[in-house]
């Protein structure tokens, strides 16, 4: 099983609706993200946070808001879909802490990603 | 400028050669340097991790930093098929603050 879990992996929407997508890990990472990846453009940051009380808007946050309901769990909602939100999503961790000592390194583990398109 | 730009490709190398993908940021602060490999239609895998000038080896990849010509490689030694794959360069400030990431370079392993 994946230590980064998503859901849908899969998702085919009109313009105007509600979606959200779910993230989960097993790692224990205190940290969570969420990226949008698409063609020509990389990966960029939508939202990120570092523990549960803390959320933090990336590069492109507009059109998008999130919940990290426990610290494995950190959701990813468009409130009203638009067709310029198709893209791949990625939610990823990283871990700050590790046998109790700060680490900080910065590597960042992927879920397999949700497809979405928006018509 | 973009913060984190690489060639994108795509790069063709024959199989048992040397491929060489490069990056070069703009943030004079950054302290951590990463290379994730990623297979079409799947999620980025990190493969090397890279905090101080000079060079890191591990296996067939060795990942060299030099910061004050803000400049990130990484060199695949006899490359394989199976190597072939979008490989983004990484970086971030410390703590894992905000990871910005390149394009991404297209390689092509040719058998």
């Known amino acids: 099983d994946a230590d980064v879990t998503q859901t849908p992996r899969n998702r085919i929407t009109k313009t105007g609706k509600r979606i959200m997508l779910e993230c989960s890990q097993t790692k224990g990472h205190d940290r969570m993200y969420w990226y949008r990846q698409d063609p020509g453009l990389g990966l960029r940051l939508i939202y990120y946070?570092?523990?549960?009380?803390?959320?933090n808007k990336g590069e492109i946050s507009d059109g998008y808001s999130v919940s990290r309901q426990a610290q494995a769990k950190f959701s990813l909602s468009l409130e009203s879909a638009i067709p310029n939100q198709t893209a791949l999503y990625f939610c990823?961790?990283?871990?700050?802490?590790?046998?109790?000592?700060?680490?900080?390194?910065?590597?960042?583990?992927f879920g397999e990603g949700s497809r979405l398109t928006v018509l | 400028q973009k913060e984190v730009e690489q060639n994108s490709g795509p790069l063709s190398v024959p199989e048992g050669a040397i491929a060489s993908l490069n990056c070069t940021y703009s943030d004079r602060v950054s302290q951590s340097f990463f290379w994730y490999r990623q297979y079409s239609g799947k999620s980025p895998e990190l493969i090397m991790s890279?905090?101080?000038?000079g060079d890191k080896e591990d296996g067939r990849f060795t990942a060299q930093l030099n910061k004050a010509s803000q400049y990130v490689s990484l060199l695949i030694r006899d490359s394989q098929p199976s190597d072939s794959a979008t490989y983004l360069c990484a970086v971030s400030r410390t703590g894992g603050f905000k990871t910005i990431f390149g394009a991404g370079t297209r390689l092509f392993v040719k058998a």
């Open positions: 990823a961790t990283s871990a700050s802490m590790a046998s109790g000592r700060a680490i900080n390194t910065g590597e960042l583990f």
């Open positions: 946070s570092f523990d549960v009380k803390d959320i």
């Open positions: 890279i905090y101080s000038n």
